[in-house]
């Protein structure tokens, strides 16, 4: 499988995930821009990842405008044909803009942006709790009461708050999301947005590769038949 | 319209300033000619009244790759074919005015002047300072700030790794507000501010010319009073997204190699960048103004000129590569604009629909060219008397110790910055390893510049100025923020490389500021020479004085050090129950201008800490010595609060305690655990090497303080309760005064 990892003017984290992919994780990654009009090589087994920054200068509402790229006409396409895709903290406010994945995202709590490491419990934690960093102002996930019973009943939120032992909310949860939700994916579960930032948790000299953890179940060895149905997700 | 001197002293010249204006041009200026005159004579573009002490401050090193101010920015060599480039600058008139607006575009210049040069930046940092955090002032500045520069610098995504905040009263009505900036680029491939090559295309990119920041230049560069925000207009309005993609934009077109020069428009605009560039290369610049993209109509040449417009760049380009460059723009959406050409008469000549408007000899504008230089005078201040007069005997020492410390730890200058931390991204660009493994220094990945991955070159930078040391005496105040930048980045495993400086001053023309001015100079440029750090560059900022006074003399450091290796990094906090602790440096019955002093015993004039050149230069030897060796296990200096303070923080992070006993008993205990006599630091040792720890500081001032435990704070045989109780008042004790400020901004009660 290979990555393609969007540029919009004002992502900032795009070098970044494609460091973590190429050098900590050793994946194939394509640099793709936001004006292209078709995602020409990719398929079902490959993932599209949308990274955080401030796509088109995030004016009237984070995500709001770059749902209307070029690019990400063809990334809807590309999730409805059942390529994977990953959103991460502004990705997943695009892909939430974009209707590929339920509710939005709101004005942190505490009305704040906030930077700091946070402990997250779900795919791939094996146990324990995750520490990944966040940072962001509008990363407080709002669904109404029905979709997020049916987020719960069809498992599809993949990552909760929790505090460093691993109990879920209270304190823990730092923008006020509902349900503690820290990241989720479609139903079919090709698509996937998450708030904290797991590229930034790979590297040995960061003193964290908890984000290895994340990127590689949900993705590379979900690649792997054998493993994916080992790793499953975990509802909470 | 006649133009006079009073024309001239309104655009704050003097009449000499007028005179020299008149002579030089052997005509009277016209008005657009003037306002370039008074934007580009004013202290902030000409360093009229610094200059000739600034030269005295070591300028040259093995390492530097351009001299010390003839770039935008300091540019240093790191090795294997790569540069660190670094500057830290005020904003601190607008931030006065306009925290939010004033504090942003403070980080957007500064980011500027670094890529501006060819260089990605990698780490942020800033030092604050403000007035009684009481007060709904402060608070309202504080917070405007903060979210000022973390708005900015969060979209630009560059990680803002480190930086200082003080609140002193001196600052209340003039906050200062200093940014700094560090980028690497690869050596050969800098962009000098340099205009050359007769017929090359003058190149205008990035945002629309408004109206905004007019006059910011010379507004920067006089007192702030009541009649200030009347000024707004002078503060400009920033916007990180152009910014990032003009960022992209510009190092993108460096690649093609057809860009000849380049500068960024800060300060005083359009007439800056044509100036500084144009004087550089001895060359001359047609302009056309009616060409600069502009987004209001109907502006005039004058305002063209001197608009502070943020997000904008001056290029030369190769004849013939324009449509090349300007490609690379619209790729990124940015408006790119031919507006002029080089010319060979050294003369700035500005049109305006075929009509010439204004022609300067473009030396003759800038610093090191026409520009005035001046001689102040200076004196003693009065205020020393006081300083001299001071007597510890008079100071009681407190029966009840525990009770002063736990007052300490939630001192607003001391207690966490947790409250601004959490605000400002420090982990983009994967690069910041002092998130999870904090140090003195911020030591930041500079990532691609050799070592591979995991064992790459990293930087370690810091800002440092406790300015009350430099009012009690600017000499050994400056020595020390010298100093105790060195001593951060010796602290966190690097080699100490080079500084910038951000002087920021009262008003010159008071004799016993501009005394504070020499001295500090003096100091800093003594201390220099002695760690082989030379100052690259920086920033002066005069005039920080209201009718109440001036501020505090606060020449703010920023260093930058490198690691060869970030595993050589060193971090501040304790790893193991029983660990043994030490100090290094020797121990003074000292407690000169120390937070318990100053704010506890209110004394608000005592002499600078003690302070010895050569006992701090051995013992950063020293501790580089130990880290080399790994065989300590934390490094962490002795700053403000003094050695309680320290075995504190060292202590949080991993909530362990200690048990520590003052080991010399001729030295009151006020100031042996609260005093801030400098060159100390408190280093763990795991138990097992300790014999080896004590055969290498053989002979070299060392005390044995005692061991880390699990969790409680043990000093002198007494209990003074757990770790996290500490660490809650640590942590808790700017948000509490920042949540009034939160609930009274929701109810619309803030009173500014």
Known sequence: MKFGVVVFPGSNCDRDMQDALQQDLEQEVVMLWHKDTGLPGFGTDDCIVLPGGFSYGDYLRCGAI????????????????????????????????????????????NQQFISKNVWLRGVGDNGRALKIPIAHGEGRYYADEKTLDELGANNQVIY???????????????????????????????????????????????????????????????????????AGLVNQ | MEITVKTAEQLRLTAEEFGLIQEKLGRTPNFTELCAFSAMWSEHCSYKNSIRWLKTLPREGKKMLVKAGEENAGLMDIGDGHGVVFKIESHNHPSAIEPFQGAATGVGGIHRDIFTMGARPIASLNSLRFGNIKEAKTQHLLSGVVHGIGHYGNCF???????????????????????????????????????????????????????????????????????????????????????????????EVIHTGAVVGMQDMGAAGIICSTAEMSAKGEVGMRIDLDRVPARQENMKAWELLLSESQERMLMVVQKGREAEVVSIFEKWDLPAAAIGEVTDDGLLKFYMNGELEAVIPAHELVLGGG???????????????????????????????????????????????????????????????????????????????????????????????????????????????????????????????????????GNPYDPEVYYQFVHAIKGMGDACRKFDTPVTGGNVSFYNQSPDGAVYPTPTIGMVGLLDNVH???????????????????????????????????????????????????????VAGLIGKKLIRSAHDVSEGGLFVTLAESAFPRGFGFDVVATEKAIRKDAYWFGEAQSRVVVSVAASRVEEFKNVVNGFPVAYLGLVTDGEFVVDGMNWGMVEAWKEKYDRSLESHMARLVDADACGLTQI
């Open chain 2, 157 to 251: 995504g560059v990680p803002t790794v480190a930086g200082e905040i003080y609140f002193e009263e001196c600052y209340h009505t003039n906050p200062l507000v200093n940014a700094m900036s560090v980028g690497v680029l690869k050596n050969g491939e800098t962009i000098s501010a340099t205009a050359k090559g007769k017929g090359n295309p003058v190149i205008f990119v990035g945002s629309a010319t408004g109206k905004d920041g007019i006059g910011g230049a010379s507004f920067a560069s006089a007192n702030i009073t009541g009649e200030s925000t009347k000024e707004l207009p002078a503060v400009q309005v920033g916007d990180p997204f152009q910014e990032k993609k003009l960022l992209e934009a510009c190092l």
């Open chain 1, 66 to 109: 770059a749902r209307f790229s070029p690019i990400m006409q063809s990334v809807t396409r590309f999730a409805n044909e059942g390529g994977k895709v990953l959103g991460v903290c502004n990705g997943f406010q695009v892909l939430c803009e974009s209707h590929l994945l339920p509710g939005a995202l709101l004005r942190n709590a």
């Open chain 2, 371 to 505: 520009a005035p230089q001046y001689e102040r005078p200076f004196s003693e201040p009065a205020y020393f008397k006081k300083v001299d007069a001071f007597d510890a005997a008079q100071v009681a020492v407190p029966d009840d110790l525990r009770a002063v410390a736990e007052q300490l730890i939630a001192l607003p200058n001391i207690a966490s910055k947790r409250w601004v931390a959490v605000q400002y991204d420090s982990t983009v660009g994967a690069a910041n390893t002092s998130t999870n493994e904090p140090s003195d220094a911020a030591v930041v990945l500079a990532k691609g510049t050799g070592g591979k991955a995991g064992a790459e070159k990293a930087l370690a930078v810091t800002t440092d100025c406790n300015s009350r040391y430099v009012f009690a005496d600017p000499y050994t105040g400056a020595m020390i923020a010298v100093a105790e930048a060195a001593r951060n980045i010796v602290c966190s495993g690097g080699q100490p490389l080079g500084v910038t400086n951000c002087l920021n001053f």
């Open chain 2, 568 to 622: 050589h990094k060193m971090t501040l906090d304790f790893k193991e129950e029983g660990d043994v602790i030490f100090l290094l440096g020797n121990s003074y019955d000292d407690l000169g201008s120390s937070e318990y002093l100053h704010k506890i015993k209110k004394v608000e004039f005592s002499p600078a800490p003690h302070f010895n050149i050569e006992e701090e230069y051995g013992l950063q030897q020293m």
């Open chain 1, 160 to 230: 909760r708050y929790c505090d460093e032992n691993g109990t879920i909310g209270g304190a823990a949860n730092p923008n006020g999301s509902l349900r503690d939700i820290a990241g989720i994916c479609n139903k079919t579960r090709n698509v996937f947005g998450m708030m904290p930032h797991p590229e930034r948790a790979c590297s040995d000299a960061l003193g964290n590769i908890d984000g290895r953890l994340i990127l590689r179940t949900l993705f590379i060895d979900a690649y792997e038949p054998s493993v994916s149905r080992k």
